[in-house]
């Protein structure tokens, strides 16, 4: 374990929030940090390449505003750490919104000297919650699963991460786009040996995509990035096609998941769930192929939100 202060002392927090043409969701950010039961230390947005600085929305805040030209939120997030001091840093994305507890929680957690990093709950924004739409049942089962992501696969999101700079500063910066930096990141400190925990009291809450177009698009980028990390194994393809077989028939499994799901509530909403995974599942099985038949990865990898 990394060393770090006594136990007792006040742990002071940096967030940091990566930002590229989100002006009106950064100020709803910002704001739920200013709301909340205890405030950060101190707030450092990194802009992206934004059409437009936020300047007014930071400065309004009282947020640090620095800028990063390599493109990517891990570049962007690496610009803000290197410009902060304190221990504790945890970060957000820029179209979220912080729960009123949640720099609370990540206080109380660390103030367990053996606690390195934290993972939270990411739970969807609904628009109107008395209609809610078939993305936004979706996601609410299948989006952001943080508890899943820690328990099977070492890494939580980078929407919502909090970690001591010493143990940071062992595993390394964020990569670029070149990767799922969340992924790569938390992979990189679990297999290092270090402490990740879900904190579900930690909760942020993230907006559902608005069209199935950008669900597609975050999905072709996984894909790519699979395929490649499949095609680096022995027999890799061969495991890859067979999972694209099994991606067509998956909802039929999941169905008990999604009525026992305490993440939506009602019939209507459930229904719109599952009808989502069937789409979304076989636009998957689709994409899996593509990559098989044209070996192409770098056609369907994409790029974080440019232009």
Known sequence: MIETRLAGQRLRISVVIPHLNQTEELRRCLLSLR????????????????????????AAAGARLLQEAAPGPGPARNRGVAATTNEILAFIDADCLADLGWIAAIRAVFADPSAE????????AYGDSARVTMLEAYESIYAYRMDRYIAEQGFTGTGNLAVRRPVLEAVGPFRGLEVAEDRDWGQRATK???????????RVYHPARQT????????????????EAACARRAGRLRFALKAVAMGFSPLAELPRVLMSDRVSGGRARALAWAGLWRIRLYRMRVMWKLLITGDPQ????????G
């Not at 390449?49 to 007014?56: I, K, N, V, Y």
């Not at 199935?212 to 699979?226: G, I, N, P």
């Not at 056609?299 to 440019?306: D, E, M, T, V």
Request: aromatic share 8%; hydrophobic share 40%; proline share 4%.
């Open 35 to 58: 709301k909340g039961i205890e405030a950060p230390d101190e707030v450092v947005v990194v802009d992206n390449g934004s059409h437009e600085l936020p300047e007014a929305i930071c």
């Open 117 to 124: 990093i934290l993972g939270g709950d990411v739970r969807i």
């Open 299 to 306: 056609a369907l990898a994409g790029r974080w939100n440019r």
């Open 192 to 202: 290092a040996g270090h402490d990740l925990r879900y904190v579900p009291q930690m």
């Open 212 to 227: 199935f177009a950008e669900l597609a698009q975050k999905w072709d980028r996984h894909s790519a990035h699979d395929f």
